[in-house]
Nanobody, 126 residues
Framework: QVKLAESGGGSAQDGGSLRLSCVVSGYTGSINIMAWFRQAPGTEREGVAAIYPTVRSTSYSRSVKGRFTISHDNAKNTMYLQMNNLKPEDTAMYYC???????????????????WGQGIQVTVSS
């Protein structure tokens, strides 16, 4: 069993920064890909960024590329999302997700991820 737990959300001003963490516990050796998603009220869950921890390949959505950085600390079994230059449109619930095997081209689709965190709120005010 794999469990994910997010932390680090909260409030920030337009142009500010926050860092999210996602601790992975359980049978972590089976995890091949991890990702961050977000969902604002009335919208679909969208992929924000993904990482293959073993090779450190990363990918980002167009809306966050250049502002957000995804990383992974193998020793701590923790994934991070550094969010800089935050904008009000970044306001959403953020979720971390993990899967054993995943076609890299499909990383941004929430379908097919077996493991999810409970979500954490990020609010950016102007």
């Amino acid at each position: 069993q794999v469990k994910l737990a997010e932390s680090g959300g909260g409030s920030a001003q337009d142009g500010g920064s926050l860092r999210l963490s996602c601790v992975v516990s359980g049978y972590t050796g089976s995890i091949n890909i991890m990702a961050w998603f977000r969902q604002a009220p009335g919208t679909e869950r969208e992929g924000v960024a993904a990482i293959y921890p073993t090779v450190r390949s990363t990918s980002y959505s167009r809306s966050v590329k250049g502002r957000f950085t995804i990383s992974h600390d193998n020793a701590k079994n923790t994934m991070y999302l550094q969010m800089n230059n935050l904008k009000p449109e970044d306001t959403a619930m953020y979720y971390c997700a993990a899967e054993r095997r995943r076609d890299w081209a499909l990383w941004a689709s929430p379908n097919g991820y077996s493991y999810w965190g409970q979500g954490i709120q990020v609010t950016v005010s102007s």
